[in-house]
């Protein structure tokens, strides 16, 4: 006799970007293992009716008054009535912390994906984390609520997820306990690597998103274009894996395939590759510790050809740098630079802000607010708040400045 596996109710934060869509993705191969308990959206609503009439969740939440009447209006018209609509911001808390949910998707980008994702882990589910940028904001607070509660963080960022599956069981009791040297963050450089530095004045948002190995929304495409991305994956690895910032090192490998690599105290290095598709870090997570098919093709080296390395070079990359000395001066000072980098990137991606000018506006704001300590969540929402009222007013000086 088989033995029946008991269906985990997923629910998943941002199911309408591309991390939500990939996790439904997995969701759709493997229906006998995972049931969609809710999903969320931000604006996309034809996209998140259509996820319904496919996954059929229990419930959605869109955080807008007017989009979640929409929402109501299209799933009525398609016989989806008993879909539970909910609609504002403490919602997608609600939702994250269901007692029915057994795994949250943490999908929402950005700052505002915090409060949901916290929810999740004070609740003490299965959280995998895709929204690098709430841990980053908040890291000690965040981690010792998720000790506190007893959740679960899987790592859903392919480096990540990388190092996750290289790292022995017992990491949690200590890198130094498990033999760990390094964790090594693998980088690809991103589509301006060997642009040379004049043409990088010009460049344009849609330049910036064409990623050379990924497809992925257009926030982190500017954060990978300036590197800033590596820069909060470095403060991410070092809440995650309870890493010294020095044991976490950046290295440019153009190809991504080897997606990253813990180096052990006995000359070892332990290395996850695959194609980038992030449906692998995905399906590891949502099935963990089993695994199961992704739909992602076998990697084949024979056709991938080489690998290549090389060191990341920070004067191309300031946003790197940056992230780096926030990460060691410690408190608030990740909070504010990611703040700043959220402002100026949406700037850029309005074409109100060259894309140089990216980590001098991120510079502003951790030059001009003090860094303070951080002991509760009110003190990160307000270390928040202000670094994106420098860094508008930054961005505005700099519209200024360079208009005739
Ligand atoms: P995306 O822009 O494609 O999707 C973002 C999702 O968040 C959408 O569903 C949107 O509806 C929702 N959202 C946006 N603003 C919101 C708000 N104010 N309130 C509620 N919901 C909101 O982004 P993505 O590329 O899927 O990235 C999501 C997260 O995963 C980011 O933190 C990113 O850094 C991380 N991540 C993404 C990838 C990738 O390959 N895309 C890889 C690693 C990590
Ligand atoms: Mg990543």
Redesign the pocket.
Known sequence: MTATLRQRNVVI????????TSTLDVIRRHPDRFSVLAL?????IDLLVAQCVEFKPRIVAV?DAERAARTREALTARGLQDIEVMDT?TH?AQVAAHADADMIMA????A??LPATLAAVEAGKTVLL????ALVMSGPLFMQAARRAGALLLP???EHNAIFQALPVNFREGLDRAGVRKIILTASGGPFRTLPLDALQSVTPDEACAHPN???????SV?SATMM?KGLEVIEARWLFNAAPDQVEVLIHPQSIIHSMVSYHDGSVLAQLGNPD?RTPIACAMAWPERIDAGVAPLDLTRSGRLDFEAPDETRFPCLKLAREAMLRGGGAPTLLNAANEVAVEAFLDQRLPFMRIADVVKSVLDELPVEELPDLDAVYAADRSAREVASRSVMSRIFASTP
Do not use: Q
């Not at 934060?13 to 939500?20: A, M, P, Q, R, W």
């Not at 969320?40 to 996309?44: E, G, K, W």
């Not at 999908?107 to 950005?110: P, T």
């Open positions: 934060l941002g199911s309408t970007g591309s991390i939500g969320t959206a931000h604006r996309n955080p911001p997608l999908a929402i980008v950005g505002a994906g895709a929204n690098k940028e859903i960022d392919s990924w497809v992925m929304g257009r926030k982190i954060d991305n992030m």
